[in-house]
Nanobody, 119 residues
Framework: QVQLVESGGGLVQAGGSLRLSCAASGSILKINAMGWYRQAPGKQRELVASITTVSTNHADSVKGRFTISRDNAKNTWSLEMNSLKPEDTAVYYC??????????????WGRGTQVTVSS
């Protein structure tokens, strides 16, 4: 079994910063991709940023403000969020595509953490 546990999030004023972290544990052979998604009330879940061993990707709406990073040795990844805007308010979910010790590749999600940016 694999689990993803998020930390960070909270309430911050516009222009402020927050850092989200996600830790994966369990029967992990390899994490092929890590990422962060968010879902605002009444909207669909959207990709914020993703990272693999060879590339990173950030949504246009967060480029220059958010940075995703990973620590392969610890099976953790983070999202550094700067210059936050009220429109960044959402529940943020960490995601990973993991190759398990059984040899199967599956998508896993964290439970989500609330980020609220006040104006």
């Amino acid at each position: 079994q694999v689990q993803l546990v998020e930390s960070g999030g909270g309430l911050v004023q516009a222009g402020g910063s927050l850092r989200l972290s996600c830790a994966a544990s369990g029967s992990i052979l390899k994490i092929n991709a890590m990422g962060w998604y968010r879902q605002a009330p009444g909207k669909q879940r959207e990709l914020v940023a993703s990272i693999t061993t060879v590339s990173t990707n950030h949504a246009d709406s967060v480029k220059g403000r958010f940075t995703i990073s990973r620590d392969n040795a610890k099976n953790t990844w983070s999202l550094e969020m700067n210059s936050l805007k009220p429109e960044d308010t959402a529940v943020y979910y960490c995601h990973a595509r993991i190759l398990s010790l059984r040899g199967t590749s599956s998508d896993y999600w964290g439970r989500g953490t609330q980020v609220t940016v006040s104006s």
